[in-house]
């Protein structure tokens, strides 16, 4: 008896730990859960992916829920999510865009292919006694690229806790995936270089040094963030 409710205790601080991104904002508000988000496949215990491999790592997305709407955003702005409750482990974030290929819509693409493009990393602040990242953030901003061609785009949200990193799989990712639609931006020919692209599974490894490391070790430690390099327009 005893044993059952310090298990479902656990259970729950377990789940009550971990988080989502339900909404995105646009123009500083807060949108409907699920509006412009594909609905997420852990809604109920709100767990990590901890495969690396896993096609899960493209959106993260229930694939039978109703399909999200697309968002109009104009290029240059800022847009954001909300996360339920809020990231409560130590770690990076990272957004990254996928531009939809010309046969599909938002609402229909899963994300899947070399489509994908960093678009922002945070860094850690470095202490001379291990890492630091914020935490107990309940929102994440991303600035839309100016130079985006106009079209419709997946707009990814990642954070990656890095608690039990020491162990190889021991990263957890938490991510989500908005619909958007993006005006107002690049017209014309390409005007810098073009954005790396990589896919979901593939960008990472297992071992990569942003994903299996130490973060508890003392002493400074340097962190690179995993994937390929941040895309700028240099506009
Ligand atoms: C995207 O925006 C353009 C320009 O406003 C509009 O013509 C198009 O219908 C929009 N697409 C979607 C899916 O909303
Ligand atoms: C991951 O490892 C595989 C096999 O070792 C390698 O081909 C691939 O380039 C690596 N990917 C990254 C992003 O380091
Ligand atoms: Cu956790």
Redesign the pocket.
Same mark, same amino acid.
């Given at each position: 008896m005893q044993l059952t409710s310090t298990i479902l205790l656990l259970s729950a601080s377990?789940a009550s #730990? +971990?988080y989502i991104f339900p909404a995105l904002i646009l123009n500083g508000q807060a949108t409907g859960d699920w509006q412009y988000v594909k609905k997420a496949a852990n809604i109920n215990g709100r767990g990590?992916i901890e495969d690396i491999n896993s096609d899960s790592l493209r959106c993260y997305n229930d694939p039978t829920a109703p399909k999200a709407a697309t968002a109009n955003v104009e290029a240059g702005n800022l847009v954001g999510f909300t996360v339920a409750s809020r990231i409560s +482990?130590p770690g990076p974030l990272l957004f990254y865009m996928a531009r939809v290929p010309d046969d599909k819509t938002a609402a229909d693409f899963d994300g899947e292919g070399t489509v994908w493009f960093k678009v922002h990393e945070d860094q850690p602040a470095d202490t001379s006694n291990g890492i630091w990242w914020p935490e107990d953030i309940t929102e994440v901003y991303v600035k839309i690229p100016r130079c985006l061609p106009d079209g419709e785009y997946l707009l990814r949200v990642e954070h990656i #806790?890095l608690h039990n990193a020491y162990q190889t799989g021991g990263a957890?990712f938490f991510l989500g995936c908005a619909q958007l639609n993006v005006t107002g931006g690049w017209v014309g020919a390409t005007p810098s270089t073009p954005p790396t692209l990589v896919s979901f599974p593939g960008a990472y490894n297992a071992t990569d040094p942003g994903i299996k490391l130490n973060i508890w070790a003392p002493g400074a430690i340097s962190y690179v963030n995993p994937g390929p390099p941040v895309y700028h327009c240099y506009l």
């Amino acid at each position: 008896m005893q044993l059952t409710s310090t298990i479902l205790l656990l259970s729950a601080s377990l789940a009550s #730990a +971990h988080y989502i991104f339900p909404a995105l904002i646009l123009n500083g508000q807060a949108t409907g859960d699920w509006q412009y988000v594909k609905k997420a496949a852990n809604i109920n215990g709100r767990g990590p992916i901890e495969d690396i491999n896993s096609d899960s790592l493209r959106c993260y997305n229930d694939p039978t829920a109703p399909k999200a709407a697309t968002a109009n955003v104009e290029a240059g702005n800022l847009v954001g999510f909300t996360v339920a409750s809020r990231i409560s +482990h130590p770690g990076p974030l990272l957004f990254y865009m996928a531009r939809v290929p010309d046969d599909k819509t938002a609402a229909d693409f899963d994300g899947e292919g070399t489509v994908w493009f960093k678009v922002h990393e945070d860094q850690p602040a470095d202490t001379s006694n291990g890492i630091w990242w914020p935490e107990d953030i309940t929102e994440v901003y991303v600035k839309i690229p100016r130079c985006l061609p106009d079209g419709e785009y997946l707009l990814r949200v990642e954070h990656i #806790a890095l608690h039990n990193a020491y162990q190889t799989g021991g990263a957890q990712f938490f991510l989500g995936c908005a619909q958007l639609n993006v005006t107002g931006g690049w017209v014309g020919a390409t005007p810098s270089t073009p954005p790396t692209l990589v896919s979901f599974p593939g960008a990472y490894n297992a071992t990569d040094p942003g994903i299996k490391l130490n973060i508890w070790a003392p002493g400074a430690i340097s962190y690179v963030n995993p994937g390929p390099p941040v895309y700028h327009c240099y506009l």
